[in-house]
């Protein structure tokens, strides 16, 4: 089975400043996806940035990037240029890619204070 | 595109009752996934239904049912209901997994 796992319940990063989130995880998969979500307090999940396992560069998404090491099996979030709307629970998540229901591995995520 | 919508937002039952949740899928998506997030804890994945079969199931008991209409639209039902069901409940739809989940914005349960 997979596991995900944040070592950083919570951090605080002053705005415009850059934070770094970390994730790491356990499959014995060789094709697999990787996500960051963000939960602020409306409740909704949404997607940040994915990665696919096979792909060895980093996705970026404006401000957000992750640093992947496969070996390493390690995941972190880069977010540049923190601004006070980025204040939410993030969360990790694998979803593999072999098998016939394609259901996301939470970890248990890192709540993000940026002050001002 | 409209995104995925939950209802009810929230709700509060009796322990022992039956409840049942509903999630419309966004546009163009024919999976759908059902999480339970309790308190300060990270999703965890209840049942996925593609083209209204249920084609996966994490560690819940039975009581713990679905649905998925030609639509594409969804229904979750607890039977039974127990105070640790007292959770968020997350509909989440995806047309293809390696772009991840569009999520709802959930179903706050309080069973008392």
């Known amino acids: 089975a997979q596991t995900v796992t944040q070592s950083q319940p919570e951090m605080s990063v002053q705005e415009a400043e850059t934070v770094t989130l970390s994730c790491t995880y356990d499959?014995?998969?060789?094709?697999?996806?990787l996500f960051w979500y963000k939960q602020p307090p409306s409740r909704q999940m949404i997607l940040v940035i994915r990665?696919?396992?096979?792909?060895?560069q980093n996705a970026t998404e404006n401000r957000f990037s992750v640093n992947f090491q496969k070996a390493a099996k390690s995941f972190s979030l880069k977010i540049s240029d923190s601004q006070l709307g980025d204040t939410a629970m993030y969360f990790c998540?694998?979803?593999?890619?072999?098998?016939?229901?394609?259901?996301?591995?939470f970890g248990t995520g890192t709540r993000l204070q940026v002050t001002l | 595109e409209t995104g995925v919508t939950q209802s009810p937002t929230h709700l509060i039952k009796t322990r022992g009752q039956q409840v049942t949740l509903r999630c419309s899928s966004q546009?163009?998506?024919?999976?759908v996934s059902w999480y339970q997030q309790a308190l300060g804890q990270g999703p965890q994945f209840i049942f996925q239904?593609?083209?209204?079969?249920?084609?996966g199931r994490g560690n819940f008991p039975p009581r713990f049912s679905g649905l998925q209409f030609p639509n594409y639209s969804s229904e979750l039902n607890v039977n039974a209901l127990e105070l640790d069901d007292s959770a968020l409940y997350l509909c989440?739809?995806?047309?293809?997994?390696?772009?991840?989940?569009?999520f709802g914005s959930g179903t706050r349960l309080t069973v008392v």
């Open positions: 989440a739809s995806s047309s293809f997994r390696g772009y991840g989940y569009t």
């Open positions: 499959t014995s998969e060789s094709n697999y996806y």
């Open positions: 990665q696919e396992a096979y792909k060895q």
């Open positions: 998540a694998f979803m593999t890619d072999t098998g016939t229901a394609s259901k996301l591995t």
């Open positions: 546009s163009g998506h024919n999976t």
């Open positions: 239904y593609y083209r209204e079969e249920e084609n």
